[in-house]
């Protein structure tokens, strides 16, 4: 039986007297990519950022590698690479600072931009991109440090439905070529084949569907 990457067991979110995730747990292993896949405002933004530590879940558990996550941050510098649903490019940086940000190893960030035949563009700034182009350079600088989990959260939501497909198999074939575990996170239920498995949020409880 494959190992796990990433497990949640019983968390619990509550904003206020609202709750937004109920008894949540989930079971992702080594090399899986995962679909979490459902409508706008059923908890996945919630759910995805606990896992990237932006927020704190109120009660339950998340393992890492088998180990107890108790400082995030430690596993966002290296272990965990995330693709918000914004860009986060600073406008007055060009992208090769951009991903610079991310790691201080130039050779890293050229491999990278390379990779994904992005060279021409190191120098130039966000606003000079397309959306498509600047998911792409958020996809690099997630996957710069080699981490062993990626995290996407609604990636392709300022895209059109063809740039969208290019993103989501960018980051499949990314992972695979990585090695890593992928969760994705999108309200495009039409990406469902694409994952290994494919998780909904119901009734804030998590199931497979």
């Given amino acids: 039986m494959s190992e796990s990457i ?23 292993k080594k090399g899986e990519a995962v679909g979490l896949v459902g409508d706008n405002g059923a908890g996945k933004s919630t759910f995805i950022k606990i896992l990237s530590g932006v927020h704190k879940a109120d009660s339950g558990k998340i393992y890492f590698n088998g180990n107890l996550i108790k400082n995030h941050f430690e596993l966002l510098k290296d272990d965990i690479g995330i693709i918000f649903q914004d860009h986060y490019l600073i406008s007055e940086l060009n992208i090769f600072d951009n991903i610079k940000l991310k790691s201080n190893d130039t050779t890293k960030i ?59 198999d960018l980051i499949l074939n990314s ?16 990406f469902r084949p694409l994952f290994d498995k494919s998780y909904t949020l119901d009734n804030k409880s998590i199931k497979e569907c």
């Fill in 6 to 28: 990433i497990k949640c067991e019983g968390l619990n979110k509550w904003y206020g007297s609202i709750q937004a995730l109920k008894d949540v747990s989930i079971d992702i």
């Fill in 110 to 168: 050229e491999n990278i931009l390379d990779y994904f035949e992005m060279t021409d563009f190191k120098l130039k700034y966000p606003n000079q991109l397309s959306n498509g182009q600047k998911q792409r350079v958020c996809v690099a600088r997630s996957l710069v440090n080699n981490p062993k989990l990626l995290i996407a959260d609604e990636p392709t939501s300022y895209l059109d439905k063809e740039n969208a497909k290019l993103v989501i």
């Fill in 175 to 190: 992972s695979k070529k990585f090695n890593l575990s992928t969760i994705i996170a999108s309200h495009d239920i039409s």
